[in-house]
T-cell receptor
């Protein structure tokens, strides 16, 4: 029984570059969430999917951010024209809607924008 | 508005001491769920417990226990006989019942010294 996986674990990029992160949820989970965590803070919700449908996006998610979940399996989060303020840990979680609401988190992708 | 407050930013104890982490929440929902997660230095959020608003029974799991009091909107977490491996950041969270997104507090960093 594998947990949530994320790739890459670390990404260093220069300001203005585009980056893409991948999340593979627990296989039977139909909900997938993206959160962002900055130093000293709790994770903040970005967006979530039920199967392939993106149901909500936070105001934190500017138009430089886009997320997809093709076929309701893995998800990608892309940041275009990165800014230094995008430096954070990007966390993915999954859950089973109709279950007991626990969200299981992956190890995160730490993004550093120089 | 929904909110979770963890007033203790950092707590330091010596091994074998008992320690309580405080969590106060705000919500207008009559049905809600509360969670505790542990984030060790590796960064991955580990689910510890879920409690729904209809169940005010205290729960004990090994050295961990949780005290849920609706009257004071609190969901406190106690570690008995703390160990060095308990050193981590602990997050209390509330779920938005409509979207299942988690609303986290700012976390309490626990350091257990040998």
């Amino acid at each position: 029984d594998t947990g949530v996986s994320q790739d890459p674990r670390h990404k260093i990029t220069k300001r203005g570059q585009n980056v893409t992160f991948r999340c593979d949820p627990i296989s039977e989970h139909n909900r997938l969430y993206w959160y962002r965590q900055t130093l000293g803070q709790g994770p903040e919700f970005l967006t979530y999917f039920q199967n392939e449908a993106q149901l909500e996006k936070s105001r934190l998610l500017s138009d430089r951010f886009s997320a997809e979940r093709p076929k309701g399996s893995f998800s990608t989060l892309e940041i275009q024209r990165t800014e230094q303020g995008d430096s954070a840990m990007y966390l993915c979680a999954s859950s089973f809607r109709g279950g007991s609401y626990e969200q299981y988190f992956g190890p995160g992708t730490r993004l550093t924008v120089t | 508005a929904q909110k979770v407050t963890q007033a203790q930013t950092e707590i330091s104890v010596v091994e074998k001491e008992d320690v309580t982490l405080d969590c106060v929440y705000e919500t207008r929902d009559t049905t809600y769920y509360l969670f505790w997660y542990k984030q060790p230095p590796s960064g991955e959020l580990v689910f510890l417990i879920r409690r729904n608003s209809f169940d005010e029974q205290n729960e004990i799991s090994g050295r961990y226990s949780w005290n849920f009091q609706k009257s004071t909107s609190s969901f406190n977490f106690t570690i008995t006989a703390s160990q060095v491996v308990d050193s981590a950041v602990y997050f209390c969270a509330l779920i938005d019942y409509n979207t299942d997104k988690l609303i986290f507090g700012t976390g309490t960093r626990l350091q257990v010294f040998p």
